[in-house]
T-cell receptor, first 115, second 112 residues
């Protein structure tokens, strides 16, 4: 079991749909991350929030919109996605400056399929 | 490239044997981390080694770091079937960024 909870576990959506991925942690971490992982590839960083402020956006298309309502929650709003956006979306959390002394804690991901 | 690269890309061994995987990189790092991923699930942190450290141990894991050669190795001793997974090295780059960059990964299969 992981201390980072992601919902839903699976999501199938059409290209005209709007959906949201949710992530929650209760470890007191103040940095939260979204990664995208395609099959047999490494995770690719999308966004980082530090103290509820967006600190890194890896030039992600605007059809992906992150939101950090509070220090425990992280959302990823999806709109007008393309089939190539199908992937495993991973949420992670850590202490800020994540990695200096604090590893990332990952959820089990949301498997997204865009039809 | 800021990405680490694991070698070998795949390794198949028998239970009880040791498994060694290497990670090479080209940039300056703050620390290097190793993660494991079971099929279709999230990543699990295994061990972190800072740039001023040379070796760390955690249970059956031993990691070394040679910053002059820009390489790290992860040794798993007395492997078990449950160690079957993908393993990634991840680099925290120098400069204060929170960006953790994952290597391409390697697949370890431990046969019972």
């Amino acid at each position: 079991d992981t201390e980072v909870t992601q919902t839903p576990k699976h999501l199938v959506m059409g290209m005209t749909n709007k959906k949201s991925l949710k992530c929650e942690q209760h470890m007191g971490h103040r940095a939260m991350y979204w990664y995208k992982q395609k099959a047999k590839k490494p995770p690719e960083l999308m966004f980082v929030y530090s103290y509820e402020k967006l600190s890194i956006n890896e030039s992600v298309p605007s059809r992906f919109s992150p939101e950090c309502p509070n220090s425990s929650l992280l959302n990823l709003h999806l709109h007008a996605l393309q089939p190539e956006d199908s992937a495993l979306y991973l949420c992670a959390s850590s202490q800020p400056r994540g990695g200096h002394n604090s590893p990332l804690h990952f959820g089990n991901g949301t498997r997204l399929t865009v039809t | 490239s800021q990405q680490g690269e694991e070698d070998p890309q795949a390794l198949s061994i028998q239970e009880g044997e040791n498994a060694t995987m290497n990670c090479s990189y080209k940039t300056s790092i703050n620390n290097l981390q190793w993660y494991r991923q079971n099929s279709g699930r999230g990543l699990v942190h295994l061990i972190l080694i800072r740039s001023n450290e040379r070796e760390k141990h955690s249970g059956r894991l031993r990691v070394t770091l040679d910053t002059s050669k820009k390489s790290s190795s992860l040794l798993i001793t007395a492997s078990r079937a449950a160690d079957t997974a993908s393993y990634f090295c991840a680099l925290l780059l120098q400069g204060g960024s929170e960006k953790l960059v994952f290597g391409k990964g390697m697949k370890l299969t431990v046969n019972p």
